[in-house]
């Protein structure tokens, strides 16, 4: 999962197949965003999830949200080949200064 | 979808050099951001905008940055001067006034200082 002093970490799947990434937060939370950043490209928000949201779902994306347990998710369904992305997560605790993950590179293969 | 550009897309300057970075946000939006990212690590939060002013900034905006966007033209970032922990992608954002969590990125610009 994203956080702290990971590294970006490295996921590497078929086409067709489920794909979960995590995120977990240290600092208190209202919203989630997701990201997906091709390469040479600015990040896209894909996803954004508040804190009183178990769950949202977006075609094949879902992002669920536990504040428990400070740990978000974002599940990619049936990954197609231009899935292939960095992915990375990002909190926002009521203000304007969002804290970002380092990231998942997702490779999807043919 | 809306799309925010950023000029220019590199910039090689030596150290102690002033750089202007441009960023042109999406028409109707009103909030502005500057963001950082080293190579291979997260990206980090510099700076927000709003009616002229800085609304917040984290501790990587030093004193050398300054932003403004006279007169709706392009929103800058200006860094004077360089320094070489200064290389980084600097990535631009803007929103709406009222939905300051949905932001849209530009390409952003590949600053190198030598």
């Known amino acids: 999962s994203q956080w702290g002093e990971e590294n970006l970490q490295a996921l590497s799947i078929q086409e067709g197949e489920d794909v979960t990434m995590n995120c977990s937060y240290k600092?208190?939370?209202?919203?989630v965003h997701w990201y997906r950043q091709d390469s040479g490209r600015g990040p896209a928000l894909i996803i954004l999830i508040r804190s009183n949201e178990r769950e949202k779902r977006s075609g094949r994306l879902r992002a669920t949200l536990d504040t428990s347990s400070q740990s978000s998710s974002l599940s990619i369904t049936a990954a197609q080949c231009e899935d292939t992305a960095v992915y990375f997560c990002?909190?926002?605790?009521?203000?304007?200064?969002?804290?970002f993950g380092k990231g998942t590179s997702l490779v999807v293969h043919p | 979808g809306p799309k925010v550009l950023q000029i220019p897309s590199h910039q090689i300057i030596d150290m102690g050099q002033m750089v202007t970075l441009n960023c042109d946000p999406v028409?109707?939006?009103?909030?502005f951001y500057w963001y950082k990212q080293i190579l291979g690590q997260q990206m980090e939060f510099l700076v927000n905008f709003y009616n002229g002013k800085v609304m917040e900034k984290s501790k990587l905006f030093k004193d050398q940055f300054s932003v403004e966007r006279p007169d709706g033209s392009y929103f800058t970032l200006k860094i004077q001067p360089t320094a070489l922990e200064d290389s980084a992608v600097y990535f631009c954002a803007s929103s709406l006034r009222d939905r300051v969590y949905e932001q849209y990125f530009g390409p952003g610009t590949r600053l190198t200082v030598l």
């Open positions: 028409s109707n939006h009103l909030y």
């Open positions: 600092t208190y939370t209202t919203v």
């Open positions: 990002a909190t926002s605790g009521g203000n304007y200064k969002p804290t």
